[in-house]
């Protein structure tokens, strides 16, 4: 989409010349011939920079300049003040009235297109830049979502659920107990109800506990980790050796979860493909990221295969991390294993919220 220029003059000749030096640059030119108008153009049109002049009757320049940047959607839009007064004052009452740039008449040619060039770059590039941004908000607020309705369910599971299957075993119990020791057949059916009901107690807790972990809200992400490792490790009889920073600061909830998360996919992902006899988890702390690496010493995988690199679990580690301003690094080749790493910024961590 081309990009749209208004140029603002009162003298039709200026406003001649200057369409004849951006011709050919492919910008959408509109034109007004006095502040008023301007003001009005720009509403309409949004455009992409305004070339503004300053000696014009009734509104000058720099009252339209102030107007413009006082008017809430078109406060952000470039504009270069055009102007044949060089001296030190009036460029103070461009700066003060908003003006990004200025160039003194008669212009320059080449400079006036290098001008208008760069700044609708740049501006391209900031308007970019928000609309990432803005993404960046929405994604993390829809994660923030999830994790709350995954804490909700983990709670309900584990305090509503969990209660009233501990109540019904205890029943089983207390009727165990009060039936006759010679009544073999009934006393062996409890022992297998009262079993299935604790199997079922220790799948519901785990199924909380894979939902939500709640040690992660109670003590912190280096504990959940380190515990999580441990249980991993007991569960798969595969050792794992963990090394935790201790400078690690205290996270808010959205990093702290998908840093959990990213272990559980990790290390999922080495016990389903890697073929591994031992794990490194190690997370660290320099002055512009933290990183959390899982490394197997694996059959690994080439990294010119697309089908491997890009899988599954992988492209939703990194979809992940994106959200939250994050990266994947994966380092593997045949037979050497693999090293992946989830990287946050620090500048984006932020500090878990105080209650």
Known sequence: ?????????????????????????????????NGAAALEKA?????????????????????????LRSTPKLAEVPIIIL??????????????A????????????QELRLRVRTILRLDRYR????????????????????????????????????????????????LRAEISPQNETIHRELENLIADTNQTINKMRQLAQGIRPTILDTLGLKTALQTYCREY?????????????????????????????????????????AKANQVWVELTLDEREIVLTVQDNGKGFS???????????????????TLVGGNLSITSAPA???????????DGIQAKEQP
């Open 83 to 96: 102007t044949a007064l060089d001296d030190r004052s009036s460029r103070l009452q461009g700066i003060e």
């Open 233 to 273: 490790s007991i569960r798969t009889s595969l050792p794992v050796i963990v090394e935790m920073d201790e400078k690690i600061p205290e996270l808010s909830d959205i990093y702290s979860i998908t840093l959990y998360r990213f272990l559980q996919e990790t290390l999922t992902n080495v016990i389903k493909h």
């Open 43 to 67: 509403d309409q049109l949004l455009p992409d920079l305004i070339l503004l002049d300053v000696m014009m009757p009734g509104m000058n320049g720099f009252e339209a300049c102030r107007r």
């Open 336 to 346: 050497k294993g693999a090293i992946i790493s989830a990287h946050l910024p620090l």
């Open 303 to 321: 990294m010119e295969d697309p089908s491997t690199k890009n899988g599954i679990g992988l492209t939703g580690l990194r979809e992940r991390l």
């Open 98 to 109: 908003g003006a990004d740039d200025f160039l003194i008449k008669p212009v320059d040619r």
């Open 127 to 174: 308007t970019l830049s928000i609309q990432r941004e803005n993404l960046r908000k929405m994604a993390e607020h829809v994660v923030n979502a999830q994790e709350q309705e995954r804490k909700r369910l983990s709670r309900e599971l584990h305090d509503d659920l969990g209660q009233a299957l501990i109540a019904h075993m205890l029943r089983l119990q207390n």
């Open 1 to 33: 989409m081309n990009s749209k220029v208004l140029i603002v003059d009162d003298e039709p000749s200026a406003l001649a010349t200057m369409e004849a030096i951006l011709a050919g640059e492919g910008y959408q030119i509109e034109y007004a011939q």
